[in-house]
């Protein structure tokens, strides 16, 4: 998939070669400050994507974008000029690890249950879950896998409203999504910011296919796409190939909301496979493939795959094999850790494809001796950081904090409880001077649909003594 790109770069390297043996034999290229003389090499220079301002003749040939070197030689082209076309990718992209997938956790905060859209059913779930199906099946090997998970544990990226303390600034009316590009470590852009309260030009709010458009399109900056309608100069424009100039159908248009058309189009998917193709397939979640328990709170599951042969299975981290027979596995919990990347029993099938299904898994048991620190003592209008560790538990999907007293009835209104927004496990709290003095407790509620795990930990809260100064006259 990267074979038209190394030619285009070697061109460029035996190009580079050549004109310093020719300036070898010169002196200095005198540089040319007269306006651009449009040509047949200038004109291709743009069909290539680049700016027509950041293009300079000079005596023996064009430097574009200060630092790319091109033949004045319009046939020199003749090889390249269907290749460099409109949908493009930012300098940085997604690292990968070979043949093997990379699992891509996306964790939607909007809508998390009890998180920031109430509203039954939640409007953006299955916009947001379609276009994760989209992505993952766009092309057949994708070298991208994404899951949603149902925490910020871990998340790759997470959708959160513009309005979350995570998100930098609030997002005008008429913008419904933003996202960032990949960064250098080669790990896509952590956020999704996701305007809800935006209206179209109809005052009415989005429909399914723009929610859904939105979140493909913002996974794709995610990623490192950059807009097909828009030669983008942060994060930088390298045109793919085998492209088209216009592409009015691609996800990545910018403006993609005021779209009719749903999902990827066919040079997207060109694009996709350019970047991300090649990886061994893997099917996420095919409910209809491995049949077994959707959830396994406690003993052991047996899951069975049908429809094809499994050579060998594999499960995640916090599962243990009991036992594997050919296409069926028995698994167990195995609470020795948190679980990285969800929970999931995986079939590999006798032709190298991998076959996923994604279950939920137990109560949130502690590894060990799970405990809060934090302070023992605190007076009226005092702070305490009160802390545990995610690595305590092996699974969670809700975590809160809560003041009680066995003295002192609906004790939770004598203090300011302060939960951190981006860690679960660290809460402040604050006393109020109403408080009555004694002993209260502070609790951290750990649950998921196994169950829920309590950890307490005790504390005293006395009156702030009268400062008392020593008066000099
Ligand atoms: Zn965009």
């Given at each position: 998939?990267?074979k038209?790109?190394?030619?285009?770069?070697l061109?460029?390297v035996?190009?580079?070669?050549?004109?310093?043996?020719?300036?070898c034999?010169?002196?200095?290229?005198?540089?040319?400050?007269e306006?651009?003389?449009?040509?047949?090499?200038?004109?291709?220079?743009t069909?290539?994507?680049?700016?027509?301002?950041?293009?300079?003749?000079?005596?023996?040939s064009?430097?574009?974008e200060?630092d790319?070197?091109?033949?004045?030689?319009?046939?020199?082209?003749?090889?390249?000029?269907?290749?460099?076309?409109?949908?493009?990718?930012?300098?940085n992209?997604v690292?990968?690890?070979?043949?093997?997938?990379?699992?891509?956790?996306?964790?939607?905060?909007?809508t998390?249950?009890?998180?920031?859209?109430?509203?039954?059913?939640?409007?953006?779930?299955?916009?947001?879950?379609?276009?994760?199906?989209d992505?993952?099946?766009?092309?057949?090997?994708?070298?991208l896998?994404?899951?949603?998970?149902?925490?910020?544990?871990?998340?790759?990226?997470?959708?959160?409203?513009?309005?979350?303390?995570?998100?930098?600034d609030?997002?005008?009316?008429?913008?419904?999504?933003?996202?960032?590009?990949?960064?250098?470590?080669?790990?896509?852009?952590?956020?999704v910011?996701?305007?809800?309260?935006?209206?179209?030009?109809?005052?009415?709010?989005?429909?399914?296919?723009?929610?859904?458009?939105?979140?493909i399109?913002?996974?794709?900056?995610?990623?490192g796409?950059v807009?097909t309608?828009?030669?983008?100069?942060?994060?930088?424009y390298?045109?793919?190939?085998g492209?088209?100039?216009?592409?009015?159908?691609?996800?990545?248009?910018?403006?993609?909301?005021?779209?009719?058309?749903?999902?990827?189009?066919?040079y997207?998917?060109?694009?996709v496979?350019?970047?991300?193709?090649?990886?061994?397939?893997?099917?996420i979640?095919?409910?209809?493939s491995?049949?077994g328990?959707?959830?396994?709170?406690?003993g052991?599951?047996?899951?069975?795959?049908?429809?094809?042969?499994?050579?060998?299975?594999?499960?995640?981290?916090?599962?243990n094999?009991?036992?594997?027979?050919g296409?069926?596995?028995?698994?167990?919990?195995?609470?020795?850790?948190?679980?990285?990347?969800?929970?999931?029993?995986?079939?590999q099938l006798s032709?190298?494809?991998?076959?996923r299904?994604?279950?939920?898994t137990?109560?949130?048991?502690?590894?060990?001796?799970?405990?809060?620190s934090?302070?023992?003592l605190?007076k009226?209008?005092?702070?305490?950081?009160?802390?545990?560790?995610?690595?305590?538990f092996?699974?969670?999907?809700?975590?809160e904090?809560?003041?009680?007293?066995?003295?002192?009835?609906?004790?939770?209104?004598?203090?300011?409880?302060?939960?951190?927004?981006?860690?679960?496990f660290f809460?402040?709290?604050?006393?109020?001077?109403?408080a009555?003095?004694?002993?209260y407790?502070?609790?951290?509620?750990?649950?998921?649909?196994?169950?829920?795990?309590?950890?307490d930990?005790?504390?005293?809260?006395?009156k702030?003594?009268?400062?008392?100064?020593?008066v000099?006259?």
């Amino acid at each position: 998939m990267r074979k038209k790109n190394l030619h285009i770069r070697l061109f460029l390297v035996l190009f580079l070669t050549l004109l310093m043996f020719q300036n070898c034999s010169k002196d200095t290229l005198e540089p040319e400050k007269e306006q651009l003389k449009i040509t047949p090499v200038v004109e291709q220079l743009t069909r290539m994507g680049f700016d027509i301002d950041n293009i300079k003749e000079t005596k023996n040939s064009y430097i574009v974008e200060g630092d790319l070197v091109f033949s004045k030689n319009i046939e020199d082209y003749n090889n390249y000029s269907d290749n460099f076309e409109r949908q493009a990718h930012s300098d940085n992209t997604v690292g990968l690890n070979g043949t093997t997938p990379r699992i891509i956790n996306v964790y939607s905060k909007i809508t998390d249950p009890g998180g920031v859209i109430s509203q039954d059913p939640n409007p953006w779930l299955i916009p947001i879950t379609n276009a994760i199906s989209d992505w993952n099946t766009v092309i057949d090997d994708s070298c991208l896998q994404f899951v949603l998970v149902n925490h910020a544990q871990n998340a790759d990226i997470k959708i959160i409203s513009d309005m979350d303390p995570e998100s930098p600034d609030v997002l005008p009316s008429n913008y419904l999504g933003r996202a960032g590009l990949p960064d250098s470590n080669m790990d896509p852009f952590g956020y999704v910011y996701i305007n809800l309260d935006f209206t179209n030009t109809d005052t009415s709010p989005p429909s399914n296919n723009q929610m859904r458009n939105i979140i493909i399109h913002e996974i794709g900056h995610c990623v490192g796409f950059v807009h097909t309608d828009q030669s983008s100069s942060t994060g930088g424009y390298n045109p793919i190939p085998g492209t088209p100039i216009n592409d009015p159908n691609s996800v990545m248009n910018a403006f993609i909301v005021g779209q009719n058309s749903l999902g990827f189009s066919n040079y997207d998917a060109v694009a996709v496979d350019y970047l991300y193709g090649g990886c061994t397939n893997i099917i996420i979640n095919p409910i209809t493939s491995i049949n077994g328990p959707a959830q396994l709170c406690s003993g052991q599951a047996t899951y069975t795959l049908t429809g094809a042969t499994v050579a060998d299975w594999h499960v995640s981290t916090n599962l243990n094999i009991v036992s594997e027979n050919g296409n069926t596995v028995t698994v167990e919990l195995a609470h020795n850790g948190a679980v990285i990347g969800g929970t999931y029993v995986e079939a590999q099938l006798s032709n190298g494809d991998l076959v996923r299904r994604n279950i939920s898994t137990g109560s949130p048991t502690p590894s060990g001796s799970a405990v809060i620190s934090g302070p023992n003592l605190l007076k009226y209008y005092q702070t305490g950081a009160f802390s545990t560790s995610s690595s305590n538990f092996s699974s969670y999907t809700n975590v809160e904090w809560v003041v009680f007293s066995y003295s002192f009835p609906n004790a939770g209104q004598y203090f300011d409880i302060r939960q951190n927004y981006n860690n679960d496990f660290f809460t402040e709290v604050e006393v109020l001077p109403t408080a009555p003095e004694g002993f209260y407790t502070v609790q951290c509620r750990v649950s998921n649909n196994c169950g829920t795990f309590y950890i307490d930990k005790q504390f005293e809260v006395k009156k702030a003594r009268p400062q008392f100064y020593d008066v000099l006259d």
